[in-house]
């Protein structure tokens, strides 16, 4: 890789370390001890105020004044501050600790290393650990100190930042899966200055004008973070559609969902700097470079011959085990919601009928129920009794084994269930090894209630998965007669007359929106409007969405509080301009209340550019 480019459009404020070190501010009386510990020529660790650190380095001592030059003295200094006193880039006991020891002597000749050049970085501090006979595992360090420090040099505020954490985008917690890791947008991975602004406006669109669970946002940003590696120093507004196509060689070889990911992810961001007037060029990715994909839903179902092997091992797993991958087998619960379920999760209704209760459904954002066995709700009942027993008031029916008042890590379930599976020797009919994912439960649940209990698709939709849209659910199972159906519905138009709109039934697969259909025709190109379509020319609707575009209002109201709360001026703006376009259509549908349910009513507006 080469050296970061010089920004072409808009240049960006850096803050060199003699620039900022005075910045550091101590919080706490604690970090003011450790600051002046640090402060003098020699220090001893066992003095370091941490018990932790005390106990853990007692024998160490540094000699600050064998570090010649003054940069690298300080920023050695900053670096032991941050680590001691607030645990970045490393915990205090980590074993890390004493790879970061060894930098004294590396830094010691040099004029510090924030201003180096990743790459150039690097390589001397590869070649320095090869010198010096260190573990591998010692050069991983040195980018991520880096970071550390230019992070704590870092004087601007808020979304300005290179590092985005929980406090920066304050998200609200049903789009916060907390059965993961903890959620950090690390910026700085982007060399590129140029690109790295351009993609914390795209990410911060993604978290402040969409309804996306955090974790969604974090998979966007992570393929945009490889795109970026791959083309540095290249500007991704330089990016031609040849350059695109050898990015898309280098991946060939990933499985067709995670290559058309690589392709939808980056797209989304190429389609917003072209709607806000930043990409002048022409978008170099587009969809139909995606590859088509072959894998069907009933390949991905659990069969009967797997289950039943799981069911003869199944006592051998931990009581929490057992039940997770019950709750599991029983709802096609997603693993983000089991793990994030409460203690006051069960509820019966009186008349043999026992429900489990998401909190909140990760990706619905709304409360739900799932129906299940008793034998289940009798088995949740004791997990319940088991987690009040505890000498502390935990919330969760799953929680972490690391923190209190905190759920299982979904990751750890899946993978340590994965482990399970093996060493029971779960195998699949052909004899291969099984491989357990949770998801696959889901496809499971919905095609053996579909093809064998014939449960309407829709019911499937709203009671059983909690899909916001039918296509989901549809991509779920064998494609049934309920979306042939669909093909033969007639919508509302409204342009001071009704009419029949015929046309539509042959684009309707590809136009249909979750309130309404698009009448744009598809050989016309991409929505000018791109994510507008309550204020697009194009767009029809019917009085059977008129709830629908009820509670989108009370959604889109909810969310400005947030807004207004973040200060999001454009998106204040924009969800205001969507309140009284709503409230426009509400209206009209209601005093067509007597009208033929087939016409088409197409809502006559402006287009505004977002």
Known sequence: MAKIIELKRKPSKLHSADETKKSITCITPLESRVMELLSDDIVELKSIPFEDVSKRFYKVVIDF???????????????????????????????????????????????????IPDEE???????????????????????????????????????????????????????????????TFYFRQIENV?????????????LGNTEQALSTAINYFSH???????????????????????????????????????????????????VKGIMKNPIPVNLGMCRKNERKACDEIVSEHVILQIFNHLHKAPFNYLLMYLINYCTGMRLSDI????????????????????????????????LIPKALFELIQEQIKIINALDYKEEYLFPSEEKKNYPYNALTFRNNFKKLCNEWGIKNEDGTLYNYTTHSY??????????????????????????????MTLSYVKRPEEFRKMKADKYFSKTGEAELAEWLKENLQNNILPNGVCGLAPKLGT??????????????????????????????KSRLVIYEANGWTPNIETAKRQIKELENIIQILEEKEGDNASETIKINTSTTNL
């Open 194 to 206: 140029e690109n790295r602004e351009y993609a914390k406006l795209y990410i911060k669109y993604l």
């Open 442 to 471: 889901r496809r499971t649940i919905s095609t053996d209630l579909y093809q064998n209990y014939n449960v309407p698709i829709v019911t499937i939709q709203k009671a059983v998965l909690w899909h916001k849209e039918i296509q």
């Open 339 to 370: 793990c994030q379920l409460r203690t006051d999760c069960l509820y019966e209704d009186g008349k043999d009928g026992y429900y489990v209760r998401p909190y909140n459904c990760q990706k619905m954002q709304k409360a739900i129920m799932n």
């Open 527 to 556: 929505c000018p409007a791109v994510d507008a379509c309550l204020s697009c020319p194009h767009f029809m609707t019917s009085r059977k969405f008129l709830q629908i575009h009820k509670d989108q209002l009370a959604t889109i």
């Open 65 to 115: 004044t064998s570090i010649k030059n003054d940069t690298s003295r300080q920023q050695f200094r900053d670096l032991l501050f941050s680590i001691f006193c607030r645990e970045v880039p490393y915990k205090r006991a980590s074993d890390r600790i004493y790879y970061v020891l060894r930098l004294a002597k590396f830094m010691s000749d040099m004029n510090g290393i924030t201003e």
């Open 224 to 274: 945009i973070c490889r795109f970026c590696d791959f083309i540095y120093p290249q500007s991704i507004l330089d990016v031609t559609d040849k350059d695109f196509r050898k990015y898309l060689d280098f991946k060939k070889n990933l499985s067709d969902d995670a290559y058309n990911h690589n392709i939808s992810r980056i797209y989304g961001m190429y389609e917003y700097l072209a």
């Open 121 to 183: 970085l690097k390589e001397l501090f590869g070649r320095y650990c090869d010198e010096n006979h260190y573990y591998k595992d010692c050069k991983k360090i040195i980018i991520t100190c880096k970071n550390a420090l230019l992070e704590m040099y870092d004087t601007r505020k808020g979304f300005e930042r290179d590092t985005w954490d929980k406090s920066v985008f304050q998200l609200p917690e049903e789009r916060v899966n907390k059965s993961s890791s903890e959620y």
